[in-house]
DNA sequence: CTATAATCGGAACGGTCGCCCCGTTTGACT
DNA sequence: AGTCAAACGGGGCGACCGTTCCGATTATAG
């Protein structure tokens, strides 16, 4: 491949990256094509579609995130990562909402199956109460992220996980720190 | 005004909310004008612009739900109701999240003080934790709805609202009924 | 019944966006 | 340096959508 090409593939890969996260799935590709200083029609030769482009973009945030589910971390810990993700990133947002374009399912069921196992851990442990399940997580991460998104209230995640425990008050008060303030 | 026109902007409003129910703002004006029977320039006769339209509607609904909040029902009830406005109508949903046309801050502000209200009785009360804001539970409602609509489980609601409860576990056992149950 | 003006409906306009085309440029190999 | 295929870029096409326009229609007053 010729040196160019591979530059401006990488120049489309970044701009993309950073408008999608900032503008969400719905951006044009030649807002895209602007930033990383190329033609729309560059952009075209390197992903056959904006769907494709999308997915180049968004796999590589899904595999992050599955392998940070996989690293030993605590299943309240993730839920909040996920959240966290999709508040910073509205791409991810778009995607975990299945509001846009569709990514290829192995990539999905990969992410679902390592945060599925974290929610059997906590259940196991009793942390989070036992009729709940990983379809019903998937619904909750999208609702904290519009959640989220809608203000600046990341911490309303507590409220949520607070609900998901089979047992409250039991050294977890939630007096200490304001859940939410913000305005 | 002539009789043909009452009617025409009847049918008008009739389908325009029924597709915008069901489809949500995102709803072309013809379409509305196709199923109540006339051209679209009937439409623009009526309501000079699709978003004075949807306000027509949507107005209609929000008083309903203000109504709804000050006809003595509780906090929690109400919070159901609300969501399940979202779930049940689109548009509801959409202008809640505030995706699309805005609506007047009037009606906004009515429907926001009637809740909030509710809210401080049932925090007086000891229903919900006192730190929670009028706000957070905006905010709570769209991620909820947002959920809901995700997949079929409203029940998630319960999770929330279990979450909102300073304490739990004290005579509202989640067991009995499974919280979530879909698909 | 006729005149008249309000109303109707759908074609047309302007703008946006995904995607394609093709004349031009440029990097790599000799 | 010369050659040429690969890559570039931006104009253009088709589709969609909100909005406008105007000739045809029709309700209503006299």
Chains 1, 2 share one sequence.
Do not use: W
């Amino acid at each position: 491949m010729r040196a160019d090409a591979r530059r401006n593939r990488q120049s489309v890969l970044s701009a993309a990256y950073e408008v999608l996260a900032t503008e969400g799935l719905g951006v044009p590709i030649d807002e895209i094509a602007r930033r990383a200083g190329v033609g729309a029609g560059t952009v075209y030769r390197h992903f056959p579609t904006k769907e494709s482009l999308i997915q180049a973009v968004v796999l590589d945030r899904l595999h992050a995130l599955t392998d940070k589910a996989r690293s030993g971390i605590d299943f309240a810990e993730f839920f909040t990562v996920m959240v966290e993700a999709g508040v910073t990133n509205r791409a991810i947002a778009d995607v975990l909402a299945s509001g846009g374009y569709r990514i290829p399912a192995d990539a999905d069921a990969a992410l679902n199956a390592a945060f599925a196992e974290l929610l059997d851990q906590a259940q196991q442990r009793g942390t989070i109460r036992a009729d709940i399940t990983p379809d019903d997580i998937n619904a909750l991460v999208v609702g904290c992220v519009a959640t989220a998104r809608h203000r600046g209230c990341t911490d309303l995640v507590q409220i949520v996980v607070a609900g998901l425990s089979p047992v409250r008050g039991a050294g977890r008060e939630p007096a200490g720190g304001q859940p939410s303030r913000s305005g």
